[in-house]
């Protein structure tokens, strides 16, 4: 986390890549239900730890945190819905 803060990024960066990541990984190999679960978790679960911080009296809860979030599984999905319809994941799992 200090690491993170030496770079002088926007958190809000910071958590928009954090769900992208989050959301493309089950995108890239999991079928269509499994896909929305996740986003929908994943989307549930930034909602979640934001409120959570609410109440840790150390931490500050932030609409924008909660919009990232939901915009980085966005991103996710649609990075790995194109992915995986041009053929990039096949071409690199049967590289082997």
Same mark, same amino acid.
Request: glycine residues 12%.
């Given at each position: 986390?200090?690491? %993170?803060?030496? +770079? $002088?990024?926007?958190?809000? &960066?910071?958590?928009? /890549? *954090?769900?992208?990541?989050? #959301? =493309? %990984?089950?995108? +890239? $190999?999991?079928?269509?239900? &499994?896909?929305?679960? /996740? *986003?929908?978790?994943?989307? #549930? =679960?930034?909602?979640? +730890?934001?409120?959570?911080?609410?109440?840790?009296?150390?931490?500050?809860?932030?609409?924008?945190?909660?919009?990232?979030?939901?915009?980085?599984?966005?991103?996710?999905?649609?990075?790995?819905?194109?992915?995986?319809?041009?053929?990039?994941?096949?071409?690199?799992?049967?590289?082997?």
């Amino acid at each position: 986390m200090r690491a %993170l803060d030496q +770079l $002088h990024i926007s958190d809000k &960066i910071e958590h928009l /890549a *954090a769900y992208a990541v989050l #959301a =493309l %990984l089950p995108s +890239l $190999h999991e079928r269509r239900g &499994i896909i929305v679960g /996740a *986003a929908i978790g994943a989307v #549930a =679960l930034g909602i979640a +730890l934001e409120y959570g911080q609410l109440y840790s009296g150390w931490r500050d809860f932030e609409v924008g945190d909660m919009v990232a979030d939901a915009a980085g599984v966005c991103v996710g999905l649609a990075l790995g819905i194109a992915m995986r319809s041009t053929g990039v994941v096949r071409s690199v799992l049967s590289a082997d």
